[in-house]
């Protein structure tokens, strides 16, 4: 008998080195006798994409129980909730015009993340402009100056240059016009004039090359569908009877220990740890009997040499 706990204990320390098989662990079992029917429920909460069929165990043996998948029974669990959100969105305008920029904006706008969904405001405080970037442009500064009485239409009375907003002007051109004149014998000649003088020049200023604004929208959002599903998975036990009762209670323990482990021993090399327990199980009672009586022998022989003496 002494041999069978380390083989058993081996078996044990195989299984649960092995690698965890990509199965889900249950959230609680429950093992009871109901009206008479002994039972053993698992509860798994998975997600909702998760395969159930994953879930169902081969038959095992437990606390001198044999259980079979008998049931399942599936539970949605929804989640539910409101915040509140908000979304920034930004719009190009050529001005800066609050009417131009209104055009470019909804009232009000759907938002939808696959999980949260809901109708979001304009929040119309929110609106902020600013300009894009900036170029370089230009346009002409011009001015019209008139110089008089002066006694003859001579350039030098006339300045080459001016000065308007800042800005310098050169001379454009000059009308010279006769304001008197004198009677020189028989003919009249002029005795005074005066200039009136263009000048024109260029500005230069900074302008924007457009706008972007930057706009808020805000609104309660609501979440409403299926996190994860809970399934209860149901088990339906007989008694595991066995003639020879230390190897049958021996087996029932091995199966149970593997049992509870089977989830975290079913990949990789927990695939052979399932192989010893099968092979243990299918065992024939006659051989099992015959190992142990074998075993028992010795310790006979031990107490009739004792009383011989």
Known sequence: MK????????????????????????TD???????????????????????????????FVLEGYRYTFADIVKTDNL?????????????????????????QLA?????????YSGTLSLDHTSLRTEATGYSSRSYTVSDTKTIGLLDRNDMSYVPATT??????????????????????????????????????GKAYYKAADGYITTAEYVGEISKSGVESITYTL?????????????????LSSVSGVLGNIWPFA?????????????????????????LLNSQEEPEDDYEETEDSR
């Open 266 to 290: 079913f990949g990789g090399a927990g695939l052979a740890a399932a192989a010893v327990m099968g092979i243990l199980l299918l065992r024939s009672r006659r051989q099992l009997k015959a």
């Open 234 to 250: 149901t088990y339906l036990g007989e008694e595991y009877a066995d003639d020879t009762t230390h190897g049958g209670n021996m």
């Open 163 to 200: 000065v308007k907003n800042g800005v310098t002007l050169n001379l454009n051109g000059v009308d010279w016009q006769i304001t008197g004149t004198d009677l020189v014998g028989e003919v009249l000649t002029p005795s005074s004039w005066q200039a009136v003088a263009s000048y024109s």
């Open 79 to 103: 989640a539910e909730g409101t915040k509140t959100h908000t979304e920034t969105v930004t719009v190009e305008t050529s001005k800066d015009d609050l009417d131009v920029i209104l055009e």
């Open 107 to 115: 009232p009000t706008i759907e938002y939808d993340d696959g999980c």
């Open 29 to 59: 079992t429950i093992v009871q006798n109901l009206n008479g029917s002994q039972q053993v429920i698992k509860t798994y909460t998975i997600a909702p994409g998760a395969d159930p069929q994953q879930l169902i165990e081969e038959p």
């Open 3 to 26: 041999k069978w706990f380390p083989f058993a204990a081996m078996t044990l320390a195989f299984a649960l080195s092995t690698s965890a098989f990509a199965m889900e662990v249950p």
